[in-house]
């Protein structure tokens, strides 16, 4: 992934004063410091590749599972993310015309415990057998967790190592939140890239000339955001469609994340940008301080997403609420489902009560977006959709 191409090639800052740390215990910042030191001011997609991605000290490399850090949907229950998404699955291998075999490709897996929680239920459907679960993941630790917990899918690091085949079934769930971003602010009638320097003894942000490819974006999304504002501009997007449009000729895409269309994600309500660092639970805005220790995550542009998927020909099928997607795959039937069975306690019931609640609620992770694409299926194939937000129809146009 190519990130980070408008900074150092840009009106150069001078470092001539600066005196590397030596930072034994920090050796990911002292590798940041040298590329400024030998290039100028970095992007800040450049910085955030580097702490979250750089095979030793990235975030994502210290551990198989950083839920220290942070959860998501999949880590609220045991079960019951991975049943209603394998619920949709079935609806996908229909809509894909029962395909053998039936390949499912997660992009961004983890340590496997989505894909685990898949094959496990995908048992009591019709497909199993022909089940072909295929994951990436980026991180070498994660990639050797999830062989530990799913030895019978294939993992790879890249989706560009996968072969060719007939269809697929995609699913991502918080992958493009974790792409490394561009920072770009708006400046009267033009726009910057604030790009990461060495200042004083820190990390600082500091403004150079936006180049053409932030041109290009904020002419498309950047419209609603007022003057001084910012916005995160998502590197790898385009690149990431191509490659799966490589992958397969008939191809159903399922993203789940946190965001908007452009004019909530790059207006107003987020004037300042989204882009935050998370540890323990806890949000700060101090998206600089203790790179590699820290998770960064910024807000989906789905607009982004959905232009992307247009431009290779693929058709929006759905995109809305993760509560009113969990909806229509029968997340509603687990709690009196649940309540029916023999012995369950009032605290059991109220355990599972607040998976739930956290699953659907508009202030927990109901609020997350749910993207599904298409690439050869014909219109209205998937059954189990709820009513899109928004006009799909004319979104595809």
């Not at 030998?38 to 955030?48: C, N, T």
Request: with cysteine; hydrophobic share 40%.
């Amino acid at each position: 992934m190519d990130v980070g191409r408008g900074c150092s090639n840009s009106r150069r800052i001078r470092h001539d004063r600066l005196k590397l740390p030596v930072a034994p215990e920090s050796p990911l910042l002292n590798r940041i410091l040298e590329q400024i030191h030998a290039q100028g001011a970095i992007s800040f997609a450049s910085l955030m590749a580097a702490a979250l991605y750089d095979r030793e000290h990235g975030f994502y490399e210290r551990s198989s599972s950083n839920h220290s850090d942070y959860f998501t949907s999949v880590t609220v229950h045991p079960w019951l993310f991975g049943a209603l998404l394998t619920r949709h699955l079935d609806d996908v291998w229909m809509a894909l015309g029962k395909p053998r075999p039936f390949r499912v490709i997660e992009i961004a897996a983890g340590d496997g415990t989505l894909a685990y929680q898949i094959t496990q239920r995908a048992r009591g459907y019709p497909w199993y057998m022909d089940l072909e679960y295929i994951a990436i993941e980026r991180s070498a630790v994660a990639r050797m967790s999830a062989r530990e917990r799913v030895p019978t899918a294939q993992i790879f690091e890249s989706i560009d190592a996968i072969d060719t085949g007939d269809s697929a079934a995609i699913l991502s769930n918080e992958l493009f939140d974790a792409l490394p971003v561009r920072i770009v602010r708006r400046a009267g009638d033009s726009w910057v890239e604030m790009c990461v320097a060495w200042r004083d003894g820190g990390l600082v942000l500091v403004p150079q000339p936006a180049d053409m490819s932030i041109e290009a974006y904020v002419r498309q999304f950047g419209s609603s955001l007022p003057i001084g504002g910012e916005l995160e501009m998502r590197e790898g997007v385009t690149e990431l469609y191509v490659s799966i449009q490589d992958r397969a000729e008939r191809w159903i895409m399922t993203s789940i994340d946190y965001g908007g269309l452009a004019d909530e994600v790059h207006g107003p309500r987020f004037a300042r940008g989204s882009l935050l660092s998370y540890r323990e639970h806890r949000a700060s805005e101090n998206i600089l301080a203790d790179p590699g220790t820290v998770d960064l995550t910024a807000h989906v542009n789905f607009s982004e997403l959905i232009e992307a998927g247009n431009g290779i020909g693929a058709t929006t099928a759905y995109w809305g609420a993760q509560a009113d997607f969990l909806a229509s795959l029968g997340v509603g039937e687990h709690l009196p489902a649940f309540q029916a069975r023999e012995g369950v306690s009032i605290l059991d019931y109220a355990r599972e009560r607040e998976a739930v609640f956290q699953l659907v609620s508009p202030t927990d992770m109901g609020r997350f977006r749910v993207l599904v694409q298409t690439q050869g299926v014909p219109n209205g194939a998937l059954k189990l959709l709820p009513a899109p937000l928004f006009d799909t129809e004319r979104h595809n146009e």
